[in-house]
C-alpha cells in the first residue's frame, strides 16, 4: 500500500491546514525563477504561511535560498518523478506551518544541496551565515549514514550529537522524514518497512519527547498504515461508518460555549477529531466506541488563569469525571507540553474528553521546540550565543531554553558511552519509557524522570558521577533503600558518603573510606541509561572493588559488655492499697519521664507500656481496661535503642565506645546483616540514671555512619 495514498491526512483532524500540490510545484520548478519582483510561485505558498507565523520576517534569505536550492537541483528527479526541488520545498512547508523561525526555513531549504549537488558547505556559510551553514552541516551529517541495520547506533547517535548543539538540526530531520514517509509509496515493499520501523521505534518517540505533536500523530498514521496494513483499514472503515459521529461532541461543544459566554470568559471551543491510530488504541481499549469517542474538545483562552476559571464552570455545570482530570499547566510534562486535561458527561451519559490551554501552550503542543523561534535570538540580552558564532556561558555549558530536560540527559549519557551499540540498546529502552515523572531533591530542584525510576536513578540525575559515593536516601522524609521506586511528586533526600553536610542525622565524613563506589546490585534498581552506564563505568574500571560481598551471617548476637546490674523497675501502680507487681514492657521499654500505662496480665502483674506503643491501642480495642500507674523514685532504668547505620569498619567499636562513655551499661546488643550498605544495631542498655537518655541517643547519632537512633518498638532480643 502507498503511504501516500493511505495517507490519513484528508481525516478532518487536518481540516483547514493546506497541503503542498507536488505537481503545481514540479511544473513552478520547471519554468525557472520568476521576476525579480516577486517571489517564485514555488516558494510563493511557503512564504504565505511564514507570514501568518511571522508577518514582520524579512523574505530576502528565504528567496535566494530557493533560487539557489532549485538551481543546485535542477534536473534531479525523485523516484516518484517529481522535480527532486519539491522535496525542500516540502520539508519547508511542513516547518513552516508550525511556525519555524526564517533561519530553520532557509537550512531547510538547503538541507540536501551540500550532500547531493555542487554547493559546498563553505558557500552556504558565505552566502548565508555561520548559523545556516551550521544546521545544514548538522543536517547533512545525518544524511550520510545509511539507516542499514548496522548503522543504526551511530546514525543516532550522530543525530543526538547534533541535535543537542542546535535543536533545530532535529527539527529538520523528522520534518525531512515525513515528507519520505508520505511519498514511501515508491519504494519496494520491504524497504517501506524497514525504514517505517525505523521511524517507530526511534524517530516517533523523538518527535513526541521534542513535543512536536503535529509531526508525531502524522509519523504514526503513516507508520500505522505499512506495519499493521488490516488493523489501519479496519480503523479507517470505523471512521467511515462514524462519520456523522462528531454530532454529539458539537453539541457538548455548543452547550460549553454557551456556558463559557454566559461566565464573561472569552474562548475558542474546537472539535479535535482523534487521528487512526489514537482511535485504534481507543477502540482496542474500550470495545464498542460512542460518538464522543472519535474526537476531544479543545478550549483555548488568553491567560493560565482563564484555564482554571474554564475548568471550574465545567465542573458546576457539567458532571465532571475526576479521574480524568490532569493538571499540565502547574506539573508541565518533560516535552514542554502544558494544558488542562478533564471529562464531562452530557445529559444522555456520553463522556467528553476536553483539553484546556491557553493560545501559547497550543502552539508549544502542537510544534514542541520548534514553536519557541531561535534560542539564540536573545544572545546579547542573556549571553547565549550560538555553536557556530561564538562561545558559551561562564560555566562552560551552553544555556539552550528550548531544550528539554530528557534532550539534556540524554546527550550526557550518550557522550559516557563509548560503545554505539550499547548507546543504541540504551536509547531504545529510554524512549520505550511513555510515561516520566517528576521528583522534588532536597534543594526544591525537580528532577524528571521516567516512571518506574528508583532512588539510584535520582541520585544520578542530581549528581552525575559524585551519585558514586550515594549510601542512602530519605524519601518524603523516611529513610527508603537505593532501590526504592518513586512515585510522582516524591521529595527525594540522597544522602553520600563524601557530603560534608551532617545529611539526615550524622556526619557522614567518617562512612566514606567504607564507600568507595557503587554495589554491582545497583544495576538491578537503574531504569535510567545515565545511572547503568555511570555505574558499568565504574564497575569495569574498579574491578578488584567491585566484587560482591561475601555473604553475611543473617544475625550476629554480641557479647554483652556488661549484664551484671539487677533491672530496676521504677513504675508503680498508682492506686490506693494496691501491691500488684510491675514489669516494663520489652515492646517499647519505657523510662522515666515517658507517659505510661499499665495493663494486667496473668498472675496479676501489670505490664508498663509507653502510651504511644502500638499495643496500647490493641489492649483498648479489646476492652482491657487500663491500669493507672505512675514512676517511682528509683532512677536507673533499662532500655532498648535501635541504631540505624551505613556500614564501615570500627562502626561497633565507636558505637559501643560512645554508649560507654555516658555511662550506660550493654545488656544485650544484636547486629543485622547490612542490606544496601544499611546496618541495623539493637542495644538493650541500662541506664544509672534515666535523664540520661535524651544525651545517649544524641551521643550515638553522633557516630560517624549514624543516620538515626530511636527506641525499640517491637520485643527486643535478649543475650
Not at 10 to 17: D, N
Not at 376 to 392: C, I, K, L
Not at 455 to 466: F, L, M, S
Amino acid at each position: 500500500m502507498s503511504a501516500e495514498a493511505a495517507n490519513p491526512g484528508a481525516h478532518s483532524r487536518r481540516r483547514g491546514r493546506s497541503r503542498i500540490d507536488l505537481r503545481r510545484l514540479g511544473r513552478a520548478a520547471l519554468l525557472g525563477p520568476a521576476g525579480r519582483d516577486r517571489l517564485p510561485d514555488a516558494i510563493g505558498h511557503v512564504a504565505d504561511v511564514h507570514r501568518a507565523h511571522h508577518p514582520d520576517a524579512d523574505l530576502t534569505l528565504l528567496h535566494r535560498a530557493y533560487l539557489l536550492a532549485e538551481s543546485s537541483h535542477r534536473g534531479q528527479f525523485r523516484k516518484s518523478g517529481e522535480p527532486y526541488i519539491t522535496h525542500p520545498l516540502a520539508v519547508t512547508l511542513i516547518l513552516a506551518e508550525l511556525g519555524a523561525e526564517t533561519t530553520t526555513l532557509t537550512a531547510s531549504l538547503l538541507h540536501d544541496t551540500v550532500e547531493d549537488t555542487e554547493v559546498t558547505l563553505d558557500q552556504v556559510r558565505r552566502e548565508f551565515g555561520a548559523e545556516v551553514g551550521y544546521l545544514v552541516d548538522g543536517v547533512t551529517k545525518l544524511e550520510k549514514v545509511d539507516y542499514g541495520a548496522a548503522a543504526e547506533p551511530e546514525t543516532f547517535r550522530k543525530m543526538l550529537v547534533a541535535t543537542g548543539n542546535d535543536v533545530r538540526v532535529m527539527s529538520i530531520k523528522l520534518a525531512d522524514r515525513l515528507h519520505n514517509m508520505r511519498t514511501l509509496g515508491v519504494m519496494r515493499p520491504e524497504k517501506q518497512v524497514r525504514i517505517a520501523k525505523v521511524t517507530q521505534d526511534v524517530l516517533i518517540p523523538l518527535a513526541e519527547r521534542l513535543g512536536v505533536q503535529a509531526l508525531k500523530t502524522e509519523l504514526e498514521d503513516l507508520v500505522f498504515a505499512i506495519l499493521e496494513p488490516e488493523e489501519y483499514e479496519r480503523t479507517r472503515a470505523l471512521i467511515a461508518e462514524n462519520a456523522d459521529a462528531g454530532a454529539d461532541l458539537d453539541t457538548t461543544a455548543e452547550r460549553i460555549s454557551a456556558v463559557l459566554k454566559d461566565a464573561g470568559i472569552t474562548a475558542e471551543v474546537q472539535i479535535r477529531p482523534r487521528h487512526f491510530v489514537s482511535v485504534h488504541r481507543v477502540s482496542t481499549k474500550r470495545g464498542r466506541l460512542r460518538g464522543t469517542d472519535f474526537g476531544r474538545l479543545l478550549i483555548l483562552v488568553a491567560e493560565d488563569a482563564d484555564c482554571y476559571a474554564v475548568l471550574g464552570e465545567l465542573h458546576t455545570c457539567f458532571t465532571p469525571v475526576v479521574s480524568e482530570f490532569k493538571d499540565f499547566i502547574a506539573a508541565p510534562k518533560f516535552n514542554l507540553y502544558q494544558s488542562l486535561h478533564t471529562a464531562v458527561a452530557g445529559p444522555q451519559g456520553a463522556v467528553a474528553e476536553v483539553l484546556i490551554r491557553t493560545h501559547r501552550m497550543h502552539r508549544v503542543a502542537e510544534a514542541g521546540v520548534i514553536a519557541l523561534g531561535n534560542p539564540y535570538a536573545s544572545a546579547e540580552a542573556t549571553g547565549v550565543e550560538h555553536p557556530a558564532t561564538g562561545p558559551s556561558d561562564v560555566d562552560g555549558e551552553r544555556v539552550d531554553p528550548t531544550r528539554p530536560g530528557w534532550l539534556s540527559r540524554l546527550l550526557q549519557w550518550q557522550q559516557a558511552t563509548p560503545d554505539p551499540d550499547a548507546f543504541w540498546t540504551s536509547l531504545r529502552a529510554d524512549l520505550a519509557q511513555d510515561r516520566e515523572i517528576t521528583v522534588f531533591a532536597a534543594d526544591g530542584r525537580m528532577l524528571g524522570l521516567p516512571a518506574g525510576a528508583t532512588c539510584v536513578d535520582a541520585a544520578y540525575a542530581q549528581y552525575g558521577e559524585r551519585a558514586h559515593s550515594c549510601i542512602g536516601a530519605r524519601v518524603n522524609g523516611r529513610l527508603a533503600a537505593l532501590g526504592t521506586v518513586l512515585k510522582d511528586g516524591d521529595t527525594v533526600h540522597l544522602l553520600r558518603g563524601d557530603d560534608d553536610s551532617r545529611g539526615a542525622g550524622g556526619s557522614l565524613k567518617g562512612a566514606q573510606e567504607a564507600v568507595s563506589g557503587p554495589e554491582p546490585d545497583w544495576l538491578d534498581h537503574a531504569r535510567t541509561p545515565a545511572a547503568r552506564i555511570a555505574i558499568t563505568a565504574w564497575l569495569e574500571a574498579h574491578p578488584d572493588l567491585a566484587q560482591p560481598p561475601a555473604a553475611a551471617p543473617r544475625r550476629a548476637a554480641l557479647t554483652p559488655v556488661a549484664a551484671d546490674r539487677p533491672t530496676t523497675v521504677s513504675a508503680v501502680v498508682d492506686l490506693p492499697d494496691a501491691d500488684a507487681a510491675v514489669r516494663l514492657a520489652g515492646c517499647c521499654t519505657p523510662v522515666p519521664p515517658d507517659a505510661v500505662t499499665g495493663f494486667s496480665v496473668r498472675g496479676g502483674v501489670v505490664t508498663v507500656h509507653r502510651e504511644e506503643c502500638p499495643a496500647v491501642s490493641r489492649m483498648r480495642s479489646l476492652d482491657r481496661a487500663p491500669v493507672p500507674v505512675r514512676w517511682g523514685d528509683a532512677a536507673g532504668c533499662r532500655v532498648t535503642l535501635v541504631a540505624e547505620s551505613f556500614g564501615r569498619p570500627r562502626l561497633l567499636a565507636d558505637l559501643t565506645e560512645a554508649i560507654a562513655t555516658e555511662g550506660a551499661a550493654i545488656v544485650s546488643a544484636t547486629v543485622e546483616p547490612p542490606s544496601q550498605q544499611r546496618v541495623r544495631h539493637t542495644y538493650t542498655l541500662q541506664l544509672p540514671d534515666a535523664a540520661g537518655l535524651p544525651a545517649l541517643m544524641r551521643a550515638m547519632r553522633d557516630v560517624a555512619g549514624v543516620y538515626d537512633v530511636s527506641r525499640a518498638q517491637h520485643p527486643a532480643a535478649t543475650g
